[in-house]
């Protein structure tokens, strides 16, 4: 379990710049489809081209702001060695089924290319998650093993008796 302790840190810390650099990604990609509707006047449904140029800037934004948030969370959780909240916690693994969707969605889409990098990040996300012991928990150096419940045994489970069969 030491080499895990090892790499949490620079993992969550590569998940972090992976994260930022997505968002910048997706803001950049929506300011551009902004742009080409805007210019190629596209509508659809009877939706002024301005409305759908503006909603697709500010969709773009908003997700954007949505992968910087959890970014902070995965960096702050690196800077202090600890693992995230529970609210935390649950903006990251939001983030990790988004990113999971995106990659089935990137396949068709895309190609393979853009799956394996959605798959990279859906990776460093959840081993950023993994790696850190869930909030509450003792490790092993604190007298409790991983996974074991109250008293030392295994999911609280009480100790078998000696003479029982």
Same mark, same amino acid.
């Given at each position: *379990? /030491?080499? #895990?302790?090892?790499?949490?840190?620079?993992? !969550?810390? #590569?998940?972090? +710049?992976?994260?930022?650099? =997505?968002?910048?990604?997706?803001?950049? %990609?929506?300011?551009?489809?902004?742009? !080409? #509707?805007?210019?190629?006047?596209?509508? *659809?449904?009877? %939706?002024?081209?301005? !409305?759908?140029?503006?909603?697709?800037? +500010?969709?773009?934004?908003?997700?954007?702001?949505?992968?910087?948030?959890?970014?902070?969370? @995965?960096?702050?959780?690196? %800077?202090?060695?600890?693992?995230?909240? $529970?609210?935390?916690?649950?903006?990251?693994?939001?983030?990790?089924? @988004?990113?999971?969707?995106? /990659?089935? &969605?990137? @396949?068709?889409? +895309?190609?393979?290319?853009?799956? &394996?990098? *959605?798959?990279? +990040?859906?990776?460093?996300?959840?081993?950023?998650?993994? !790696?850190?012991?869930?909030? $509450?928990?003792?490790? =092993? $150096? =604190?007298?409790?093993?991983? /996974?074991?419940?109250?008293?030392?045994?295994?999911? $609280?489970?009480?100790?078998?008796?000696?003479?029982?069969?």
């Amino acid at each position: *379990m /030491g080499g #895990v302790n090892a790499a949490r840190r620079p993992v !969550a810390l #590569v998940a972090a +710049v992976v994260l930022v650099l =997505e968002a910048v990604g997706i803001v950049l %990609l929506n300011w551009i489809l902004s742009i !080409a #509707v805007d210019e190629q006047q596209m509508s *659809m449904a009877g %939706l002024q081209p301005g !409305a759908m140029s503006t909603g697709a800037l +500010v969709a773009g934004v908003l997700f954007g702001l949505y992968l910087l948030f959890c970014a902070l969370i @995965v960096l702050r959780g690196a %800077l202090r060695d600890r693992a995230p909240g $529970g609210f935390a916690r649950i903006v990251l693994i939001s983030c990790a089924v @988004v990113q999971g969707v995106l /990659g089935a &969605l990137s @396949v068709g889409l +895309v190609g393979w290319g853009a799956f &394996l990098a *959605m798959m990279v +990040v859906l990776g460093l996300i959840v081993l950023t998650l993994m !790696a850190y012991d869930a909030p $509450g928990r003792g490790t =092993e $150096g =604190e007298g409790a093993a991983a /996974g074991d419940g109250p008293g030392g045994t295994p999911n $609280g489970a009480p100790p078998a008796a000696a003479g029982s069969a």
